[in-house]
Structure formats: structure tokens, C-alpha cells
């Protein structure tokens, strides 16, 4: 079993930044992917960025490359999601899950899931 809980949501500006948190507790964090999915107001639940176990291969959505960038600590058990320039289209809950052997960006994939935290675009 794992626990996830992200933090680091909020409201900010268009063009502004936000840096989400998903710390995990449970078993051991490397044995994991982990993955960054937003769900937007009667919207379906997509995909936003994806890292393997190591760090050493990441993967996003068309919509966020160059402007999101997801890492890891495997020593604090934690991934971010650093998001600058952000668009009120960006507005939504954001969700980090892991999983063993995922396809990144399929969310059925993934074996547990964060509570979500707010993020709160601008214009």
C-alpha cells in the first residue's frame, strides 16, 4: 500500500508559477513510476507528465512540454511538477498516482492515487 498526498496548489496569475508536491509514504517509492494527471471541471481526467522509478526517463502531454517539468527525490520520497507560464486552460485538480509497470499516460495503469490538489489559473 501507498499513500500519496500532493500539496503546492493554489490560486495564481496567467503567465505565473506553481510548484506541485505529491509526497508518498508506504512501500518502497523507487519500486514506482509516477504520474501527474488534472481533471478540469466536467472535464475527463488526462494526462500531464509521467517519470520513471530513476528519474532518467520522463514523459508529457503535448499541451505542458516546455512549459511543466516533473521530477523526483528519492531520498524525501517526493516528485514535483514545476509549472511556469501557466494558461487558465491549466485550471483543474491535479492528481499524482503510481504504479508499477504503467503505461504513463494511461491513467487505468496506475495502482494508487493522491487526493488532488487545486490549481487556479487567472486570466
Known amino acids: 500500500q501507498v499513500q500519496l498526498v500532493e500539496s503546492g496548489g493554489g490560486l495564481v496569475q496567467a503567465g505565473g508559477s506553481l510548484r506541485l508536491s505529491c509526497a508518498a509514504s508506504g512501500r518502497t517509492f523507487t519500486a514506482y513510476a509516477m504520474g501527474w494527471f488534472r481533471q478540469a471541471p466536467g472535464k475527463e481526467r488526462e494526462f500531464v507528465a509521467a517519470?520513471?522509478?530513476?528519474?532518467?526517463?520522463?514523459r508529457y502531454a503535448d499541451f505542458v512540454k516546455g512549459r511543466f517539468t516533473i521530477s523526483r527525490a528519492n531520498a524525501k520520497n517526493t516528485v514535483y511538477l514545476q509549472m511556469n507560464s501557466l494558461k487558465p486552460e491549466d485550471t483543474a485538480v491535479y492528481y499524482c498516482?503510481?504504479?508499477?509497470?504503467?503505461?504513463?499516460?494511461?491513467?487505468?495503469?496506475?495502482?494508487?492515487w493522491g487526493q488532488g490538489t487545486q490549481v487556479t489559473v487567472s486570466s
Open positions: 517519470i520513471n522509478w530513476s528519474g532518467g526517463s520522463t
Open positions: 498516482a503510481a504504479g508499477v509497470g504503467v503505461s504513463y499516460s494511461e491513467g487505468r495503469t496506475y495502482d494508487y
